[in-house]
Each structure stands twice: as C-alpha cells, then as structure tokens.
T-cell receptor
Framework: ETGVTQSPTHLIKTRGQQVTLRCSSQSGHNTVSWYQQALGQGPQFIFQ???????GRGNFPPRFSGLQFPNYSSELNVNALELDDSALYLC????????????FGPGTRLTVL | GNSVTQMEGPVTLSEEAFLTINCTYT??????LFWYVQYPGEGLQLLLKATKADDKGSNKGFEATYRKETTSFHLEKGSVQVSDSAVYFCALKDSNYQLIWGAGTKLIIKP
C-alpha cells in the first residue's frame, strides 16, 4: 500500500506567477483535502474533493483552485501568487468524506519571492 | 465558529518526565478529535483519535480522553523519551468534515 505522495518537494516562484502542486492519494482513498501551513502555525483548510467534486472550502480566495482526477489524484493551483502564499502545502487523503482518518503527504514547500 | 486552542510551547522536559499538553475546543455538535505529530523534517502523522465523548485514544504510550463536559482532549504520556521531541497538533473534524487545527505545541525532551 503506497502512502500519499506530493510533488514537487520544493518550489520557488515570483510574485504574480502561477503554480500547480500535485498529490497522489493513498490507494483506495477517494477524498483529498488540501491545507496551507505557514511557518510555526497549524494547517489551514483550503478545500476538499470527493469523487472529483469540491465539497468543502475554507477561507481562501478563488485564485486557489483545485482538481481531482478519476484516479483520485489531485492538483492545487494558485494564480497571481502573493508573498503571503509562501508556506508548506499539505495534501491529505481519506477513504470517504466522513469522519475517517486523513493521511498526510510530506508537503510541498512553496517560496514566493 | 469552530476552533481549537492548545497550550503554547515550547514545552521542555527531561527524559522520563510526565507530559501533559492541554487542548480545548469549541464546536457545534459532536466532532471527532485528533492528535497529530510532526517530527523534524517529516510530514504530519496521526497519533491518536477519539470519535465520541469519553472515548480514550491511545498510541505509542500517549493517551487522550474526549471530555465533552470540559470540551477538552488533553494529551498525556507517563514517561517521555528524547525521540518524542516533535510538534504536536490537536485538531477537530467538524460537521462539514473539515479538520480545524490548533497552532501546535513544540515538545523538547532533554536527555
């Protein structure tokens, strides 16, 4: 059973650019959630996808968008990057949209200059 | 709205000391409660969970009991080791199935 993987590990972008982060779910998991973790803080929920549909969103602007594919892998897209977008982006998968345990990937460290 | 508050760190203890990291929550309904751990250079790992009042989650010598009357889920361990040094996060899963996180507590164990 493979765990949650994310790519790339690290990324450096400049303000105004766009970025795509990728996540492969744990085998058999159909729900993916994305979180932003600023340095020294707890993760903040961005959104969740269940069977290719967004079914929950945190307090993030529309320039944060996502996709989930038929194989349940997922992308997080961020447009018009701002300096405050610098953070660790975490992907978590779970078996269902319910209260099941979420399994986290190692994260992608995004630095915006 | 829903929120989680945990004690500020860093918490510094000697090896074999007793550990308590306090966590309280505010939520409507009956959320599931979690403790996650983040070891240096690694991703978040589920440490333990409890899904209803009076449930006790336990793993690797750590325990936490879901106390509805005090809206608390304090993490305890009887004898800590240097390898327990990490950042510990308390979280709840609300009725929208979103994880709401505390700010994290850094634990430093000295030999």
């Amino acid at each position: 059973e493979t765990g949650v993987t994310q790519s790339p590990t690290h990324l450096i972008k400049t303000r105004g650019q766009q970025v795509t982060l990728r996540c492969s779910s744990q085998s058999g998991h159909n729900t993916v959630s994305w979180y932003q973790q600023a340095l020294g803080q707890g993760p903040q929920f961005i959104f969740q996808y269940y069977r290719e549909e967004e079914n929950g969103r945190g307090n993030f602007p529309p320039r944060f968008s996502g996709l989930q594919f038929p194989n349940y892998s997922s992308e997080l897209n961020v447009n018009a990057l701002e300096l405050d977008d610098s953070a660790l982006y975490l992907c978590a998968s779970s078996l269902a949209e319910g209260p099941d345990t979420q399994y986290f990937g190692p994260g992608t460290r995004l630095t915006v200059l | 709205g829903n929120s989680v508050t945990q004690m500020e760190g860093p918490v510094t203890l000697s090896e074999e000391a007793f550990l308590t990291i306090n966590c309280t929550y505010t939520a409507t309904g009956y959320p599931s409660l979690f403790w996650y751990v983040q070891y240096p250079g690694e991703g978040l790992q589920l440490l333990l969970k409890a899904t209803k009042a009076d449930d006790k989650g336990s793993n690797k010598g750590f325990e936490a009991t879901y106390r509805k009357e005090t809206t608390s889920f304090h993490l305890e361990k009887g004898s800590v080791q240097v390898s327990d040094s990490a950042v510990y996060f308390c979280a709840l899963k609300d009725s929208n199935y979103q994880l709401i996180w505390g700010a994290g507590t850094k634990l430093i164990i000295k030999p």
